[in-house]
């Protein structure tokens, strides 16, 4: 795992021209908590950061609402005809073929329902795939196993490798982070939109982040769009969810959500192009040289 880490890390740095310093830089973010993590022995989804993850942990719910009644009655209805349609309690068998009244309710009753999901499913899902108008964008590679980032409009790229657990401590991170932790996050400021064009450099990966409620496939060949507006800042983990070969489990996640003058401040320490900055960009960078 190390060697196939050292030579990945070696591969990029000469090909791709990355930022000695970003690790360091990172250091120089302020203490933020966690806050898209997995929980031990949970049963449910992530608590949502986001309005694409409320409506998905809205539709989980509102489905299992749906699902329960549904398979409650199923299992009464065997249960049913077990007991009282065996041979033992009904020998002689009714032999008719058809009962229209229970044909067109077993039609009409699921059709129903079918629409009522999708009157909730169809509005969540347009909301996730129109993209707003891009606050920052970022392109997102997955390589065999780790995650290539470049800012599009500032000219930063850097890639993102799973920590070791003797290396959790050296980056601030408590133990029972290991497998989420990276040497690198990618950071985003709070509130604002992030349009993440997602690829792959060699088969398919997927970038995923459970708190935000986004998960979009990257094929080699292809540009894919997904977009989150972060509502706290905090750290969220996520990792790839695609079987992307040997090392798929140890190809990690890791967004930082910082305030706008944090994450100007970490651009610059990333020696960021700030040309054609967004207007929100620009005034914050302008308050700042005048303080």
């Keep these: 795992m190390r060697l196939s880490k050292a030579l990945s890390s070696s591969a990029v740095i000469a090909t791709a021209g990355l930022t000695a310093f970003q690790a360091a830089a990172d250091d120089l973010l302020p203490q ?56 033992r309690a009904n020998p002689e068998p009714a032999r008719f073929t058809h009962n229209t009244p229970i044909e067109v309710a077993w039609t009409v009753v699921p059709a129903l329902i079918l629409l009522f999901i999708a009157l909730f499913t169809f509005p969540a899902l347009r909301h996730q795939q129109i993209m707003p108008e891009a606050d920052v964008t970022i392109k997102v590679t997955g390589l065999q196993w780790y995650w290539d980032y470049e800012y599009v409009d500032h000219g930063v790229q850097f890639s993102q490798f799973m920590l070791e657990r003797d290396e959790l401590a050296d980056y601030g991170y408590t133990d029972d982070l290991y497998l989420l932790a990276t040497d690198t996050a990618m950071v985003v400021p709070v509130g604002r939109n992030i349009v993440l064009q997602v690829t792959a450099g060699d088969v398919i990966h997927s970038w995923t982040i459970p708190a935000f409620g986004v998960k979009q496939d990257g094929i ?52 960021a192009e700030f040309a054609g900055a967004p207007s929100w960009m620009e005034r914050h960078i302008e308050l700042a040289a005048s303080n």
């Design 32 to 87: 933020l908590p966690v806050l898209g993590a997995p929980v031990q022995d949970g049963t449910s989804l992530q608590t949502p950061y986001t309005a694409l993850a409320r409506e998905v942990v809205f539709l989980d719910n509102l489905l299992m609402w749906i699902i329960v009644p549904v398979t409650i009655f199923v299992t009464a209805l065997l249960i049913w005809v077990i007991v009282f349609h065996n041979r």
């Design 220 to 271: 080699p060949g292809r540009l894919a769009e997904l977009w989150f507006n972060a509502e706290e800042e905090g750290i969220y983990f996520g990792q790839c969810s695609e079987l992307c070969g040997i090392n798929h489990a140890y190809m990690p996640i890791t967004v930082k959500v910082v305030s706008e003058d944090e994450y100007i401040a970490w651009l610059e320490r990333q020696g």
